[in-house]
């Protein structure tokens, strides 16, 4: 790139240029200009190779010093400390100098700008239209919309979790200002996103649900999942998309959806209640009989007690459930340590299969109400 200008500026400090390869020699000299006796230009002088049976190219710089060759190996990736993380079509991620130093965009192989808030440096092989109008403008210092295209497009050719992972990670510092100006491209973040569900076990989650602590983000660490912290907007572009292996990717509903659909009750014979457990139990016909429900008229063939219980719609376990399809309600064990608590269950959940209404609904409400007022009816006639 810029070979005759580099000649030029050699020229022009002082330093002799030797090329020698088995094809020729060449110097440079000022000599007039073909045609034009009054302009005095610089020539390349070629003259029969002194080393016919040499391999490769040699060349030879006069009058520069050890630390300016130094100096200037620095703008060259090829003797750089710079360690590639993935290569594409259109260039190279590499990391970040091991000195911290600030990020470099190189244009094959040569240094023409520097990030400060970049998370990556860059390779670009495959030049775009205005980088190559960039680049014959200005050799260094290229501006970044001149560049900016040409990182994209590397990014989101990825597919390796040496450069999704970083940059999900980096999504972490959205909140508190941290994050790397390439995590402002949504797009590039979108594919960091789907690149890094198809590497690794991941729920995405937003830093609000994070501090809410949810009892499920606990069960998917359990499960070994890792949870990914991304901003509302980028949670939103996330839902409905697959991974690039075409996997689903999970946030915490998602996570939850497919933890049910695999969910088992471990179901508890009554022979293994202990006393206090069993003395509770024993409250369910009462109960039945106070709320002057019956049973098989509402749709529950069955109460039975489980270990487990699925997630509700806050990520911990539901305390009881009606199930209208298998016409039965299933109650978690840990509610007959209390009799309050059971009879508390045990009534919201025949009040859902009598009134088919929804938790949080006014007909629930106002079923709830009517069934209060039927247990006291009952109760007060019994005194």
């Known amino acids: 790139m810029g070979l005759k200008d580099a000649l030029a500026v050699f020229h022009r400090r002082g330093i002799a240029v030797e090329i020698h390869s088995p094809h020729g020699d060449i110097t440079t000299e000022m000599r ?16 029969p190779p002194s080393t016919p049976d040499s391999k490769g190219t040699t060349v030879v710089l006069t009058g520069a010093t ?47 700008a520097e990030e400060e808030n970049f998370l990556f440096s860059y390779n670009i092989t495959d030049l775009s239209a205005p980088l190559r109008r960039a680049l014959n403008r200005e050799r260094t210092n290229v501006g970044r919309t001149a560049y900016t295209e040409r990182v994209k497009a590397i990014l989101k050719k990825c597919v390796s979790p040496a450069v999704a992972g970083p940059l999900a990670d980096d999504l972490a510092g959205y909140a508190r200002g941290t994050m790397h100006d390439e995590l402002e491209w949504k797009d590039v973040t979108v594919h960091a996103c789907r690149v890094l569900a198809a590497n690794e076990r991941v729920v995405f989650v937003t830093s609000y ?3 809410a602590g949810s009892p499920q983000l606990q069960y998917a660490k359990e ?42 009750f471990r179901f508890v014979d009554p022979r293994e209640f202990t006393p206090q457990e069993a003395a509770v139990f024993q409250l369910t016909q009462p109960t039945i009989a106070l709320a002057n429900l019956r049973p098989a008229a509402i749709g529950v063939n069955e109460i039975l007690i489980s270990e487990t219980m699925r997630l509700g719609e806050l990520g911990d376990q539901t305390i009881g459930i009606y199930e209208r399809e298998h016409r039965r309600i299933v109650i978690r064990r840990d509610q007959l340590a209390n009799p309050v608590d059971y009879c508390a269950t045990l009534l919201h959940e025949l009040t859902h299969a009598a009134s088919g209404a929804t938790d949080g609904s006014l007909d ?17 006639r019994g005194q």
């Open 66 to 112: 050890a630390d300016q060759i130094q100096a200037a190996k620095q703008f060259f990736l090829r003797y750089s400390q710079d360690r590639e993380l993935e290569t594409t079509s259109y260039g190279s991620v590499l990391a970040r100098p091991a000195n911290s130093g600030p990020a470099r965009i190189y244009v094959k192989g040569l240094l023409v």
């Open 223 to 264: 499960e070994g999942y890792r949870l990914v912290v991304v901003p509302e907007d980028i949670r939103y572009r996330l839902n409905g998309l697959t991974d690039v292996d075409g996997g689903p990717m999970l946030d915490l509903d998602q996570y939850r959806a497919a933890w049910n659909d695999s969910f088992e």
């Open 364 to 380: 629930f409400e106002a079923a709830l109400s009517h069934r209060l007022g039927v247990i006291a009816a009952n109760a007060l």
């Open 209 to 211: 649900e994070l501090e």
């Open 32 to 47: 007039e200009k073909k045609g034009f006796a009054d302009v005095v230009t610089l020539h390349a002088a070629v003259r």
